[in-house]
């Protein structure tokens, strides 16, 4: 059994064997620990029963609440910025986080480095208001997924399981409208779907 007590044990009957022996001292090199990603969703569940989604949602709802969340940002520095493939503080990835009460709250709480590490899913299809959208996309966010499963209306309540497609084409528009007013200091955006 080859060990830490027997390396030891052995460097000491080496140096009385042969006294002129010198170890020079060994320094580990001090690094940062970083982690690649840390994925956060703020609660458990969704506005939608997409047809490809893999949660269950029989659970019951939980809403994390802005101590918790506040707990969580000390983990922030030390995640590696956001670069895609894997990389950054995921704010929402499986579930619909404009439902958190506290999800604004949560968003204005980020500090400016997360313009470089972190993001958000969102399917758009709560009722939003244009200043809602506002303080969304003002946060310190460094890209917003939106998810689009359908510009057609039957294909998007026949995919979500939903009727909420004039709410997601309105949020459309009104994030249409805030983009316009605001194209100096805003997130990226991407839209992501799922071929069916």
């Given at each position: 059994m080859f060990g830490i007590k027997t390396a030891v044990h052995n460097m000491k009957?080496?140096?009385?064997?042969?006294?002129?022996?010198?170890?020079?001292p060994v320094t580990p090199e001090k690094q940062v620990m970083m982690f690649?990603?840390?994925?956060?969703?703020?609660?458990?569940?969704?506005?939608?029963?997409?047809?490809?989604?893999?949660?269950?949602?029989?659970?019951?709802?939980?809403?994390?609440?802005?101590?918790?969340?506040?707990?969580?940002?000390?983990?922030?520095?030390?995640?590696r910025n956001y670069a895609g493939g894997g990389y950054g503080f995921y704010f929402?990835?499986?579930?619909?986080?404009?439902?958190?009460?506290?999800?604004?709250?949560?968003?204005?709480?980020?500090?400016?480095?997360?313009?470089?590490?972190?993001?958000i899913t969102t399917?758009?299809?709560?009722p939003m208001t244009k200043e809602y959208i506002a303080e969304m996309i003002s946060?310190?966010?460094h890209l917003i997924n939106i998810s689009i499963e359908s510009l057609n209306e039957d294909k998007f309540e026949y995919i979500t399981q939903?009727?909420?497609?004039?709410?997601y084409k309105n949020n459309l528009e009104l994030l249409?409208?805030?983009?316009?007013?605001?194209?100096?200091?805003?997130p990226k955006f991407r839209f992501i779907?799922?071929?069916l």
């Open positions: 009957r080496r140096l009385k064997d042969d006294g002129n022996i010198e170890f020079p690649d990603a840390v994925n956060l969703d703020t609660n458990n569940t969704c506005n939608q029963r997409c047809r490809f989604c893999f949660t269950d949602f029989s659970n019951g709802k939980t809403n994390m609440d802005v101590d918790t969340f506040k707990a969580v940002l000390k983990v922030l520095p030390y995640v929402s990835c499986i579930y619909e986080p404009t439902i958190n009460p506290n999800f604004l709250e949560c968003l204005s709480l980020l500090p400016s480095i997360g313009k470089d590490k972190c993001f399917n758009l299809a709560r946060s310190n966010v939903n009727k909420k497609f004039d709410v249409e409208e805030v983009i316009n007013e605001n194209k100096d200091d805003i779907t799922i071929l």
